[in-house]
T-cell receptor, first 112, second 113 residues
Framework: GNSVTQMEGPVTLSEEAFLTINCTYT??????LFWYVQYPGEGLQLLLK?????DKGSNKGFEATYRKETTSFHLEKGSVQVSDSAVYFC???????????FGPGTSLSVIP | DGGITQSPKYLFRKEGQNVTLSCEQN?????MYWYRQDPGQGLRLIYY???????QKGDIAEGYSVSREKKESFPLTVTSAQKNPTAFYLC????????????FGPGTRLLVL
């Protein structure tokens, strides 16, 4: 079945620093790829997604590119803000063979 | 407004008691899911349903039960057989298509007295 490996946290950055959170996956087939974000005490919400190879998902200054050759979907942001402090989950989507799975999450703290 | 709601926000369970967590969606989604989240952990799938009157066990179904009598509703019962129920429970729904997003409720935090 599908599996996902995500960068260990917690990650602490200063405001305006560059962010990368690595995500690699194994899957049977070519799933859509998602990044979800969870703010403290809340449910998850979609941050961005990509549905096929070489697609770039983007939202709120975050970007991730679907790399089929390396089975990766790394999350990046050029300049983080305090309000970006949250937990980020990489999630390969459903295929004909398997259901959606979620990575373990990476906690990000941005300090002023 | 379309969305997914969970109630209650906090729930307390006494030993040996069954408790039911509510999940309702008005997004007209076919698929619904229940996840468990422990502190500092990712999400683990408890049960999911792709259509009314049908559901499947996820990775950690023991000690839990569900029903799907209506498209809008997917309640989760935490039974007395679940010996370590303290966790944050998240309900989600989606259209069921492979490219589609899961929409999450705000969660229910279950605590044992």
């Amino acid at each position: 079945g599908n599996s996902v490996t995500q960068m260990e946290g917690p990650v602490t950055l200063s405001e305006e620093a560059f962010l990368t959170i690595n995500c690699t996956y194994t899957a049977t087939g070519y799933p859509s790829l998602f990044w979800y974000v969870q703010y403290p005490g809340e449910g998850l919400q979609l941050l961005l997604k990509a549905t096929k190879a070489d697609d770039k998902g983007s939202n709120k200054g975050f970007e991730a590119t679907y790399r089929k050759e390396t089975t990766s979907f790394h999350l990046e942001k050029g300049s983080v803000q305090v309000s970006d402090s949250a937990v980020y989950f990489c999630a390969p989507g459903k295929t004909s063979y398997d259901k959606v799975i979620f990575g373990p999450g990476t906690s990000l703290s941005v300090i002023p | 407004d379309g969305g997914i709601t969970q109630s209650p926000k906090y729930l307390f369970r006494k030993e040996g008691q069954n408790v039911t967590l509510s999940c309702e969606q008005n997004l007209n989604h076919d698929a619904m899911y229940w996840y468990r989240q422990d502190p500092g952990q990712g999400l683990r799938l408890i049960y999911y349903s792709q259509i009314v009157n049908d559901f499947q066990k996820g990775d950690i179904a023991e000690g839990y039960s569900v029903s799907r009598e209506k498209k809008e509703s997917f309640p989760l019962t935490v039974t007395s057989a679940q010996k370590n129920p303290t966790a944050f429970y998240l309900c989600a729904s989606s259209s069921g298509q492979a490219t589609e997003t899961q929409y999450f409720g705000p969660g229910t935090r279950l605590l044992v007295l």
